[in-house]
């Protein structure tokens, strides 16, 4: 038992960013693995008046299972502040950086951290021509599981230069990251408590790694452990854990890469640091959890326990950055 003494816990989830589904499905995870272990568990679903109800519910601890904006980017998590509720997962600062692909590049690169290049573009000159040579990769700035990602290649049937009614990222957002595409292997590595849990290579049977391929079973197989090199899987685990640290992360977090297999360590790449990972069934930080003897209800508490400061936890901080 990681918690001894039983907790009114508030379950945050739903919301209205592009991810309420998957919210929905990690908050409901959370909360009966809570019930199971004997807490009391209120569920909010997050509205206009989320403070109001949280303030109503009076609950020990918030546990965030919400994804994207705004529960993601840190306002969520100001909110909480400066009401007083402790609350797991990162906080204000760290959210504000983690979800902004660009801002996490100025925190990560100088610090050894292997990024893709690429800059911000605005979505109205591609329609002018391209900002990088083909193939390279459009996504929001701020958006997290993959969320209006596109492939542009030599071979796709954007239009060169991208058509205006092209169904894409540059319809729904008036800037997006380019990056240079990166030939090569998905894979992830999860931190919790502090330690890097292994790597899993997410295997897509058409297409690529993007927001239907994630949460629809069948589409992606999980090879847990990866079955890649020492180096390789030494390397992930050792940059996801020096991102954590960086970004000053808790509770848990989830970095994804890509390896260049031909490339060896030279070909690895952190695409991003994910700050409130899911919690689904089909979800990569409770499999790897798994793998290493923790189960769904111990890595719920755990993360209870970091934020609250509790022995075992991350540092002992509670929910700030």
Known sequence: MILSKKLHIAVLMGGWANERPVSLMSGEGVAKALEARGHQVTRIDMDRQVAARIAE????????????????????????????????????????????????????????????????????????????????????????????????????????PIAR???????????????????????????????????????????????????????????????IPKEIADACKKFALEAHRILGCKGTSRTDFRWDDEQGVDGLFVLETNTQPGMTPLSLVPEQARHVGMSYEDLVETIIADALGIEGGDDGAQGQA
């Not at 949460?215 to 847990?224: F, I, L, M, P, W």
């Open 57 to 160: 519910a009076k609950p020990d601890i918030v546990f965030n299972a919400l994804h994207g904006v705004p529960g993601e980017d840190g306002t969520v998590q100001g909110m909480l502040d400066l009401m007083g509720v402790p609350y797991t997962h990162s906080g204000l600062a760290t959210s504000v950086i983690a979800i902004d692909k660009e801002l996490t590049k100025q925190a990560l690169v100088p610090r050894g951290i292997p990024m893709p290049g690429g800059r911000i573009v605005k979505s109205a000159d591609l329609y002018e021509s391209d900002p990088l040579p083909r193939p390279y990769v459009l996504k929001p700035v701020n958006e997290g599981s993959s969320v209006g990602v596109a492939i542009v290649t030599d071979e796709s049937n954007y239009g060169n």
């Open 165 to 227: 009614d092209a169904k894409g990222p540059w319809q729904e957002f008036p800037e997006l990251l380019a990056e240079p595409y990166i030939r090569g292997r998905e894979l992830t590595t999860a931190v919790v408590g502090g330690k890097a849990l292994g790597v899993t290579e997410l295997i897509v049977e058409s297409g690529f790694y993007d927001f239907e391929n994630k949460y629809t079973d069948g589409r992606t197989r999980h090879v847990c452990p990866a079955e």
